[in-house]
Structure formats: structure tokens, C-alpha cells
């Protein structure tokens, strides 16, 4: 066996175009060298960590029983395991390493959902390269990004990791993700390629409750949840992550209509699906597997190609195909698609493609020089929502005492988010730092923590139980107040910095009250009390349920967990040195008892008025109806007004379009950003159609006092929807056209699809 490695060598290596053609045939030629044992090997994804310490690694890697490792982030790690491929396995076939790159990987962006309150592609490419580019000179091939699951339940806190609760955002900025990360080609020196994930409809869990399964409607699972999936794989990503839900009774991972008949067959998707952590083993506790021979049987069948961190394919699939339950073709197609992405990758051209010539490693990987923080501030500006702002509290003077309070507001580790990569949180600036660094000795600034993110000692430790995330400060919530009090007392204002800490919206973070914690509830109440002006920084991962703090506060700044440069961006919007132009990608709920509530719900017989309330209409009759913020909503420090909305034709033909548009005018003091938003509404249709649903959005800038007019095109597909048959179709009628600055508010005008 050991004869034929040189020849090996030589074949495998040398310059591959990046063709399919000479992809199809370089791979058929590799699998015919291949022993069963050494595909099957390529099929299994393993974890650096405690279950596989990397002496275990060797020997798989010179057995040929490992295809790609993820969790591997430093290029020295990567190289050695590289290495033994090419010094110790037969065929040596080139790993691949992944990591979960979701807001960066050294510089950490604002949480995915913060960077679609940008509704700026712009920033979201900006994201999308900068990661790329640090995850690939990581020595990175691939990330588990982007994330499009559609979500409309906050209590799930994986809302932090998506796009939020729309489709046509969602899907327009995993667009542009995977455009900016795979540039021309993954293979490229500072590109990786993506695995968008989790397919499918992972957002829709049931109850908000992580893990859960999913129950929809075909109509509702094609219009709504699947485009994000299908934009991301139009864009040439080139792997997926399978859920680790199961839609309509069958898991993810063990469904070959999705798998195979809509992934491959109908959307023609070419690349890699990976099942998520351990969800083949799982489909034993999903009930729809006997055992873990049985498991593998069902996912390698259902069109599971590669599995995540579970055994289960090396220890079984080699019995499963002697005796017959598992064809050897099934497995060639599996391992052909590892295989094609590895080519993708350019690895069979040069196996160190991401590392760069050995002696080139950087001599600290967390150098400075290597963060790119003015566009990590950049792209944080844009991404805080201003909620409220009562009689121009904010901006604040650079003058004066502040009192910053906040269990938060010095946290560097929370500012990052979860999912922070290789970010290093010493690194990041808080918002303390930030407001320091932004008045400089002009204002006297003073800092109490005030209380701890939570007193529920079940809470705090089950947030410090993988990492220690949250340090308790040991002094008695009185005391922690009072000290607060004293600091407030002697400030003009109080800027208070509280919410969520980044555990508390993660994976396996899901909560039933979407509430601040007591201890930080208790804290405002008492900060109120002083009179000063109440500034609510708020620093979370899901829409909160914020009635009180609404009331309470005299400006409220949503700031989600905005990443390394997050404090000095959230300064800039603070003293006004950035104007607020974020919009939010979530509706804001009044309470949990209102979930779902989004805002493209269908239509009702009995619609709830508010002008001309109804008892026996849809409506909760002890709480105010619609949610506390909509969806698209964000305030300005100057002010927007809308012209009526002007049609360049009151007819649509089906094969024309027709142009939509409003002159917008700052007509406040101040220059500014904001997002106009185009919604449709289809009157009469043969199946209820949503209220409105988002067709199209435009951010612009415009100077004090100046006017620009931002036109729509709308066609066909804009109104089209999967009918009652299963059919994607528009049908003739009457469309109403919203134009506004958020859902809420439109300008309106009606035009006909002939
Ligand atoms: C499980 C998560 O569901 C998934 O999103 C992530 O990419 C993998 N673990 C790998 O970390």
C-alpha cells in the first residue's frame, strides 16, 4: 500500500481547473482509488475538543477516517492536522475546517439580528468579507453561516443568530452574505465557502422552546420559510446544515422529500448538506429510528451527506453496506459531494491554500493588527434601533455629569454576543469605554453596576455552565442600588445600560418570560425615582417585552450585542456624532401572551379596529392590541415626511411593470439615513393573503432640508404565493401599494394586475 503513495501524490496534486467538468472527472477518477472504509471516512465531520483530543485525531486521519474538523481556529493547529493527512493517510485527501463564523471571527460584528437592523447590503457584504477574510486567514474553509431561519417567536434564542422575522429581508441579506463570503470562489486565498443552515424552518419550533418541532403548512413553509434557504443557494452557497428539527412529524435530518426531492431535484442545489451536531444519533430519540444502525440506514438514505460530530456513520455504515441495506452507490454520492467541495475549495490544488507558506503564521494570532475596527464601528452605527425619544432627550451634551448604571455597561464579554468566534473580549470596547472615550474630559462620567444581570442563582449558573460568563458582584441588591442612587443623584443624566446577557440569548437559551430581570427591573424602578433624565440602553438578543420600560424611560436605544467596537458606535449615536437610522427586523411584543405576533399575519374574518373596537373581534381583550414597536421601526434624530404614493400606471400587465414611487424629505435639522419600505397587499385572492408583506426596501441619505425621490419597480413576482393547490401563481385583482418608514405608518395607493 505504502508503493503507491507517491503516485498518489502526483495525481491528486498539480493544477485543477475550476471547472465541473474537470472537477466531475478528477472526483470519479479519486473515488475509483478509493477502499469503502476510506469513503466512509470522508464522510464524518469531527470536533477538536475533549471527545476528540488530537492524538485520537491522528490516528483517524492516518486511518482515512476523517473527512473535515471543525472547531480548529488557529493556523498552526490547522497545519499540523493538514499535515499528518499528507505525511501519514494513503490517498491523502485533504481536510476541510469550519467554524461557526456567524458576526465575524477576530472582529466581532453586532449579532446577525442587530446587522439586519441595518437593512444595509452594503454593511451586511462588509460583514460578510471582513469574516471571511479573517476566517480564511485562520486557515478556515468553511462557516456555518448565514443563518436564515425565519423566526416570529422571540422566546426562541436563536432570534439573535437570523435575519428576524421577514422573508424578503432575510432572504435579500443571505444573499448578500454568501455572496460576500465565497467572492468569485472559496478556492480564492481570503474566501470560505458557507453552509447556509438550518434547513428547514428550524425558526418556526414550536412554543419558541429550542429543539422543538415544527408543524406547517405546505403554503406557509414554501412563501415564508424556505426562501431565505433557496436566496442563500441561488447565490452559490455551497453547503447546507440540516435542522435538528422535525417538520410535520419527520426530523430533518431523516427527510428525503427535503433532502432530495426539493433540495436537489427541484432547487438543483450541487453542494454539500451536513447534518447538524449529533442529529443522526438523535433521530433515535426523535422515534423515527430503532437503533443507531437503523439511524444511519435513514440519514445516509435521506440524503444526509457528511454527519456532525457522532460516530455513527464510521461505526455502521460499513456493516449496513455488506449486508445490502445501504447501497454503494449511495455512499459514492455522499462522498462525491465531500469531494466536490473540497475541489471548490481548491484543496486538491494546494492543500495549504489557507495557510500560506509555512513560517508565515502570525506570531500572535490576537494581535490588534489584525482586528479591523473601523468598519466593525461602522457597521454597529447602523445597526441600533432608536425607540424613543422624548422630547429630544438624545442626543446627549459632552458636558455635564453622567451617570452610566448597568449591569451591562461595562461587560465586555456580553458586548460580543454569542457565537463570537475567535473574538476575544478583552478586545472589545463597552459601552462605558465608549462613552469615556467620547467626551474625553469635557463630561464627568461615573459607573455603578447598579445590579446583577440576573439574582436567579439557577439562572446565573446555568449561564456560567460552559464558560464563566457572568460574574456576580457580592453585595446585596440594596446595597448594589443605593451605591447606584448616589452616583445618579449628583448627574445631570442617567444613562442605564441593562437587558440581556449574551447566554441568555444563544442556542439552548430559550425563555418563557421575555421580561428584564427582576434585579434590573427593581434597578430602573429605583433610578426613576430620581427625576433625572432616564436614558435605557439596551443590550439583548431577542425582542424583550418592554410596556414599563417604555413608560418609564425618556429615550430608549436598542443596541442588541453589537460587537468589538460596539461601545464607542453606540457613543457616536448617544452624543450624536452618528444620527440613528437602524429599523427592526422584529416586532416588539407587549407580552409573551401575544406571541407570534409579526407583522405579515393573514387577514381575519373579524379584524380588530382599534378607531372602532368590537367585542367579537380577533383581539386580546387585556392588553392592548398590535405589538409595542413594529416591524421596520426605528426613529431619527430629525424627521422624515413621505409624499403620497405616485403609480406610473394604475394597470399592471402580467408581463410589465409598473413603478411605485415617493419623494422623501428630511425636513428636520439634522442630516440623516433612513430605510423606505415598500409593502403589497393583495385585496381578494383564492386563499386569505397576509395583511402586507415587504416587496422591497432602499436606505438613503439625505442632507437637512433635502428631497430625493426613491421609485419601486414592482412585477409579477412580487405577488405571487403557493395557492391552495400547491400552485405559484398571481391572480388578477387589485393590490394595495403601502410605501412608509415602518410597517405601521404607509402612505397607500391601489393598482390592478390585469
Ligand atoms: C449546533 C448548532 O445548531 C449549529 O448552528 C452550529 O453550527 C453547530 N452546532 C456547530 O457549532
Same mark, same amino acid.
Given at each position: 500500500?505504502?508503493?503507491?503513495?507517491?503516485?498518489?501524490?502526483?495525481?491528486?496534486?498539480?493544477?485543477?481547473?475550476?471547472?465541473?467538468?474537470?472537477?466531475?472527472?478528477?472526483?470519479?477518477?479519486?473515488?475509483?482509488?478509493?477502499?469503502?472504509?476510506?469513503?466512509?471516512?470522508?464522510?464524518?465531520?469531527?470536533?477538536?475538543?475533549?471527545?476528540?483530543?488530537?492524538?485520537?485525531?491522528?490516528?483517524?486521519?492516518?486511518?482515512?477516517?476523517?473527512?473535515?474538523?471543525?472547531?480548529?481556529?488557529?493556523?498552526?493547529?490547522?497545519?499540523? =492536522?493538514?499535515?499528518?493527512?499528507?505525511?501519514?493517510?494513503?490517498?491523502?485527501?485533504?481536510?476541510?475546517?469550519?467554524?461557526?463564523?456567524?458576526?465575524?471571527?477576530?472582529?466581532?460584528?453586532?449579532?446577525?439580528?442587530?446587522?439586519?437592523?441595518?437593512?444595509?447590503?452594503?454593511?451586511?457584504?462588509?460583514?460578510?468579507?471582513?469574516?471571511?477574510?479573517?476566517?480564511?486567514?485562520?486557515?478556515?474553509?468553511?462557516?456555518?453561516?448565514? =443563518?436564515?431561519?425565519?423566526?416570529?417567536?422571540?422566546?426562541?434564542?436563536?432570534?439573535?443568530?437570523?435575519?428576524?422575522?421577514?422573508?424578503?429581508?432575510?432572504?435579500?441579506?443571505?444573499?448578500? !452574505?454568501?455572496?460576500?463570503?465565497?467572492?468569485?470562489?472559496?478556492?480564492?486565498?481570503?474566501?470560505? !465557502?458557507?453552509?447556509?443552515?438550518?434547513?428547514?424552518?428550524?425558526?418556526?419550533?414550536?412554543?419558541?422552546?429550542?429543539?422543538?418541532?415544527?408543524? =406547517?403548512?405546505?403554503?406557509?413553509?414554501?412563501?415564508?420559510?424556505?426562501?431565505?434557504?433557496?436566496?442563500?443557494?441561488?447565490?452559490?452557497?455551497?453547503?447546507?446544515?440540516?435542522?435538528?428539527?422535525?417538520?410535520?412529524?419527520?426530523?430533518?435530518?431523516?427527510?428525503?422529500?427535503?433532502?432530495?426531492?426539493?433540495?436537489?431535484?427541484?432547487?438543483?442545489?450541487?453542494?454539500?448538506?451536513?447534518?447538524?451536531?449529533?442529529?443522526?444519533?438523535?433521530?433515535?430519540?426523535?422515534?423515527?429510528?430503532?437503533?443507531?444502525?437503523?439511524?444511519?440506514?435513514?440519514?445516509?438514505? #435521506?440524503?444526509?451527506?457528511?454527519?456532525?460530530?457522532?460516530?455513527?456513520?464510521?461505526?455502521?455504515?460499513?456493516?449496513?453496506?455488506?449486508?445490502?441495506?445501504?447501497?454503494?452507490?449511495?455512499?459514492?454520492?455522499?462522498?462525491?459531494?465531500?469531494?466536490?467541495?473540497?475541489?471548490?475549495?481548491?484543496?486538491?490544488?494546494?492543500?495549504?491554500?489557507?495557510?500560506?507558506?509555512?513560517?508565515?503564521?502570525?506570531?500572535?494570532?490576537?494581535?490588534?493588527?489584525?482586528?479591523?475596527?473601523?468598519?466593525?464601528?461602522?457597521?454597529?452605527?447602523?445597526?441600533?434601533?432608536?425607540?424613543?425619544?422624548?422630547?429630544?432627550?438624545?442626543?446627549?451634551?459632552?458636558?455635564?455629569?453622567?451617570?452610566?448604571?448597568?449591569?451591562?455597561?461595562?461587560?465586555?464579554?456580553?458586548?460580543?454576543?454569542?457565537?463570537?468566534?475567535?473574538?476575544?473580549?478583552?478586545?472589545?470596547?463597552?459601552?462605558?469605554?465608549?462613552?469615556?472615550?467620547?467626551?474625553?474630559?469635557?463630561?464627568?462620567?461615573?459607573?455603578?453596576?447598579?445590579?446583577?444581570?440576573?439574582?436567579?442563582?439557577?439562572?446565573?449558573?446555568?449561564?456560567?455552565?460552559?464558560?464563566?460568563?457572568?460574574?456576580?458582584?457580592?453585595?446585596?441588591?440594596?446595597?448594589?442600588?443605593?451605591?447606584?442612587?448616589?452616583?445618579?443623584?449628583?448627574?445631570?443624566?442617567?444613562?442605564?445600560?441593562?437587558?440581556?446577557?449574551?447566554? =441568555?440569548?444563544?442556542?439552548?437559551?430559550?425563555?418563557?418570560?421575555?421580561?428584564?430581570?427582576?434585579?434590573?427591573?427593581?434597578?430602573?424602578?429605583?433610578?426613576?425615582?430620581?427625576?433625572?433624565?432616564?436614558?435605557?440602553?439596551?443590550?439583548?438578543?431577542?425582542?424583550?417585552?418592554?410596556?414599563?420600560?417604555?413608560?418609564?424611560?425618556?429615550?430608549?436605544?436598542?443596541?442588541?450585542?453589537?460587537?468589538?467596537?460596539?461601545?464607542?458606535?453606540?457613543?457616536?449615536?448617544?452624543?450624536?456624532?452618528?444620527?440613528? #437610522?437602524?429599523?427592526?427586523?422584529?416586532?416588539?411584543?407587549?407580552?409573551?401572551?401575544?406571541?407570534?405576533?409579526?407583522?405579515?399575519?393573514?387577514?381575519?374574518?373579524?379584524?380588530?379596529?382599534?378607531?372602532?373596537?368590537?367585542?367579537?373581534?380577533?383581539?386580546?381583550?387585556?392588553?392592548?392590541?398590535?405589538?409595542?414597536?413594529?416591524?421596520?421601526?426605528?426613529?431619527?434624530?430629525?424627521?422624515?415626511?413621505?409624499?403620497?404614493?405616485?403609480?406610473?400606471?394604475?394597470?399592471?400587465?402580467?408581463?410589465?411593470?409598473?413603478?411605485?414611487?415617493?419623494?422623501?424629505?428630511?425636513?428636520?435639522?439634522?442630516?440623516?439615513?433612513?430605510?423606505?419600505?415598500?409593502?403589497?397587499?393583495?385585496?381578494?385572492?383564492?386563499?386569505?393573503?397576509?395583511?402586507?408583506?415587504?416587496?422591497?426596501?432602499?436606505?438613503?441619505?439625505?442632507?437637512?432640508?433635502?428631497?430625493?425621490?426613491?421609485?419601486?419597480?414592482?412585477?409579477?413576482?412580487?405577488?405571487?404565493?403557493?395557492?391552495?393547490?400547491?400552485?405559484?401563481?398571481?391572480?388578477?385583482?387589485?393590490?394595495?401599494?403601502?410605501?412608509?418608514?415602518?410597517?405601521?405608518?404607509?402612505?397607500?395607493?391601489?393598482?390592478?394586475?390585469?
Amino acid at each position: 500500500m505504502l508503493a503507491c503513495q507517491p503516485v498518489i501524490a502526483e495525481t491528486l496534486f498539480g493544477h485543477h481547473p475550476l471547472t465541473a467538468q474537470a472537477r466531475d472527472a478528477f472526483v470519479n477518477d479519486l473515488i475509483k482509488k478509493m477502499t469503502l472504509d476510506e469513503k466512509i471516512g470522508q464522510l464524518r465531520l469531527i470536533s477538536v475538543g475533549p471527545d476528540n483530543p488530537k492524538q485520537a485525531i491522528r490516528e483517524m486521519i492516518k486511518k482515512g477516517q476523517v473527512g473535515a474538523i471543525f472547531n480548529t481556529v488557529t493556523r498552526p493547529d490547522i497545519r499540523e =492536522m493538514q499535515d499528518q493527512v499528507m505525511q501519514l493517510s494513503r490517498l491523502k485527501i485533504p481536510l476541510f475546517f469550519a467554524y461557526d463564523v456567524i458576526h465575524g471571527q477576530r472582529t466581532v460584528f453586532p449579532i446577525t439580528l442587530g446587522l439586519a437592523s441595518s437593512w444595509d447590503l452594503d454593511a451586511v457584504s462588509t460583514v460578510g468579507r471582513i469574516s471571511a477574510y479573517e476566517a480564511a486567514d485562520d486557515g478556515l474553509n468553511m462557516t456555518w453561516a448565514p =443563518m436564515v431561519d425565519i423566526t416570529r417567536d422571540p422566546r426562541w434564542g436563536r432570534v439573535s443568530e437570523g435575519f428576524g422575522e421577514d422573508t424578503y429581508l432575510t432572504s435579500q441579506m443571505g444573499r448578500a !452574505m454568501v455572496l460576500a463570503m465565497q467572492g468569485r470562489s472559496p478556492a480564492e486565498r481570503y474566501n470560505v !465557502m458557507t453552509s447556509v443552515k438550518h434547513f428547514a424552518a428550524y425558526g418556526a419550533v414550536e412554543g419558541g422552546r429550542d429543539y422543538n418541532s415544527v408543524d =406547517m403548512s405546505l403554503q406557509r413553509l414554501f412563501q415564508d420559510y424556505l426562501p431565505g434557504y433557496k436566496a442563500a443557494l441561488d447565490a452559490g452557497s455551497g453547503g447546507v446544515m440540516v435542522a435538528l428539527n422535525s417538520l410535520n412529524g419527520v426530523p430533518a435530518t431523516a427527510d428525503s422529500w427535503l433532502l432530495k426531492d426539493v433540495l436537489r431535484s427541484s432547487w438543483g442545489f450541487k453542494g454539500i448538506t451536513i447534518s447538524d451536531h449529533g442529529a443522526i444519533k438523535e433521530l433515535m430519540q426523535h422515534g423515527v429510528a430503532s437503533d443507531p444502525r437503523d439511524a444511519v440506514r435513514i440519514a445516509i438514505t #435521506s440524503g444526509v451527506n457528511m454527519s456532525m460530530s457522532d460516530e455513527y456513520y464510521s461505526n455502521y455504515l460499513p456493516g449496513l453496506v455488506k449486508s445490502g441495506a445501504v447501497s454503494e452507490m449511495e455512499i459514492d454520492d455522499a462522498v462525491r459531494h465531500v469531494l466536490n467541495v473540497k475541489y471548490e475549495m481548491g484543496l486538491f490544488n494546494d492543500p495549504d491554500s489557507h495557510l500560506g507558506p509555512k513560517g508565515s503564521d502570525p506570531i500572535n494570532t490576537n494581535a490588534e493588527s489584525r482586528l479591523h475596527r473601523p468598519q466593525a464601528r461602522d457597521v454597529a452605527r447602523k445597526s441600533l434601533v432608536l425607540l424613543k425619544n422624548r422630547l429630544e432627550t438624545l442626543p446627549l451634551k459632552k458636558s455635564g455629569t453622567i451617570a452610566v448604571i448597568g449591569p451591562l455597561a461595562d461587560s465586555k464579554r456580553d458586548i460580543m454576543g454569542s457565537w463570537s468566534a475567535a473574538g476575544v473580549a478583552g478586545q472589545s470596547i463597552t459601552v462605558l469605554q465608549g462613552i469615556r472615550n467620547a467626551v474625553g474630559d469635557k463630561a464627568v462620567v461615573r459607573f455603578q453596576k447598579g445590579a446583577n444581570v440576573t439574582d436567579n442563582n439557577g439562572i446565573q449558573a446555568f449561564l456560567n455552565l460552559y464558560e464563566h460568563a457572568v460574574s456576580v458582584d457580592p453585595r446585596p441588591a440594596e446595597k448594589m442600588i443605593d451605591d447606584a442612587l448616589a452616583i445618579a443623584e449628583k448627574s445631570d443624566v442617567i444613562v442605564a445600560v441593562v437587558g440581556e446577557s449574551q447566554g =441568555m440569548a444563544h442556542e439552548a437559551s430559550s425563555r418563557s418570560d421575555i421580561t428584564l430581570p427582576p434585579s434590573q427591573r427593581r434597578l430602573l424602578d429605583a433610578l426613576k425615582t430620581t427625576g433625572k433624565p432616564l436614558v435605557m440602553v439596551l443590550m439583548n438578543g431577542r425582542p424583550l417585552a418592554l410596556v414599563k420600560e417604555d413608560e418609564q424611560a425618556d429615550a430608549i436605544l436598542e443596541t442588541w450585542f453589537s460587537g468589538t467596537e460596539g461601545g464607542n458606535a453606540i457613543a457616536d449615536v448617544l452624543f450624536g456624532d452618528y444620527n440613528p #437610522s437602524g429599523k427592526l427586523p422584529m416586532s416588539f411584543p407587549r407580552s409573551v401572551g401575544q406571541i407570534p405576533i409579526y407583522y405579515n399575519h393573514l387577514q381575519t374574518g373579524r379584524p380588530y379596529d382599534f378607531q372602532h373596537p368590537n367585542k367579537y373581534t380577533s383581539h386580546y381583550y387585556d392588553a392592548a392590541n398590535g405589538p409595542l414597536y413594529p416591524f421596520g421601526y426605528g426613529l431619527s434624530y430629525t424627521r422624515f415626511t413621505l409624499s403620497e404614493v405616485r403609480l406610473s400606471s394604475k394597470n399592471l400587465a402580467r408581463n410589465g411593470s409598473i413603478n411605485a414611487s415617493v419623494t422623501v424629505t428630511n425636513s428636520g435639522k439634522r442630516d440623516g439615513a433612513t430605510v423606505i419600505q415598500l409593502y403589497l397587499h393583495d385585496q381578494t385572492a383564492s386563499v386569505s393573503r397576509p395583511v402586507k408583506e415587504l416587496k422591497g426596501f432602499k436606505r438613503i441619505f439625505l442632507k437637512a432640508g433635502e428631497s430625493q425621490t426613491v421609485t419601486f419597480p414592482i412585477a409579477i413576482n412580487a405577488l405571487k404565493f403557493w395557492n391552495a393547490h400547491m400552485q405559484y401563481v398571481a391572480e388578477p385583482g387589485k393590490f394595495d401599494v403601502m410605501i412608509g418608514l415602518d410597517s405601521a405608518r404607509t402612505k397607500n395607493s391601489v393598482f390592478t394586475l390585469l
